[in-house]
């Protein structure tokens, strides 16, 4: 069964850079596209990027998807962090027999 | 636009079934993907199956033998039926809809609902 593996947690200071990874642990990463989502506490999640690296209507350019086959991993990097970025982000992808995979989430701390 | 709301019993027994509805308003069912996906307290979504509108299914594989999703096209409400429930069932559950691009997007959430299981 697929796997997509998020670090549990990462922080930066306001104004910093910050990259989230999900590593897929079977097929490649280019097999299927990735969908990123961002839940703060007590509501449901929205998208913040899908398809490897659209933003979603209304996300500012600050969100950036990627793809890397090296590693075969995507990354979701948030520039310019601002206090409202603090919350768990997901990733989500698929594969022959789960259409609907989730990673485990990242909890982000902005210092 | 399209909005969605969960509801259903808050607590359940041991042994039983689990069983929540979710009504859609402001759009259309079509050409949607409609989803349950759960929460555990403290942990991360768990994919729980669909529903295409045109009927079809689709569930985790390791929920796959208890799980029941269907769509009330006439009421616009999407249900979710999850036998023998255990402790490990226990979460918030959310319905969402679904559309594909490239890979099925859950573009719309409902609030969410919580359930626990206990007697």
């Known amino acids: 069964n697929l796997m997509l593996t998020q670090p549990h947690s990462v922080s930066e200071s306001p104004g910093k850079t910050v990259t989230i990874s999900c590593t897929r642990s079977?097929?490649?990463?280019?097999?299927?596209?990735v969908h990123w989502y961002q839940q703060r506490p007590g509501s449901a999640p929205t998208t913040v990027i899908y398809?490897?690296?659209?933003?979603a209507s209304g996300v500012p350019d600050r969100f950036s998807g990627s793809i890397d086959s090296s590693s075969n991993s995507a990354s979701l990097t948030i520039s310019g962090l601002v206090a409202e970025d603090e919350a768990e982000y997901y990733c989500?992808?698929?594969?022959?027999?789960?259409?609907?995979?989730f990673g485990g989430g990242t909890k982000l701390t902005v210092l | 636009q399209v909005q969605l709301r969960e509801s259903g019993p808050g607590l359940v027994k041991p042994s039983e079934t689990l069983s929540l509805t979710c009504d859609v308003s402001?759009?259309?069912?079509?050409?949607?993907?409609w989803n349950w996906i759960r929460q555990p307290p403290g942990k991360g979504l768990e994919w729980v199956g669909y529903?295409?509108?045109?009927?079809?299914?689709n569930y985790n594989p390791s929920l796959q033998s208890r799980v029941t999703i269907s769509l009330d096209t006439s009421k616009k409400q999407l249900s979710l039926r999850l036998r023998s429930v255990t402790a490990a069932d226990t979460a918030v559950y959310f319905c969402?809809?679904?559309?594909?691009?490239?890979?099925?997007?859950?573009?719309?959430w409902g609030k969410g609902t919580t359930v626990t299981v206990s007697s």
């Open positions: 969402a809809r679904g559309v594909f691009r490239g890979l099925i997007e859950m573009d719309v």
């Open positions: 402001g759009g259309s069912l079509s050409p949607n993907y």
């Open positions: 529903i295409y509108y045109s009927g079809s299914t």
């Open positions: 079977s097929g490649t990463i280019t097999s299927s596209f």
């Open positions: 398809d490897d690296n659209i933003r």
């Open positions: 989500q992808s698929s594969d022959s027999s789960t259409p609907v995979v």
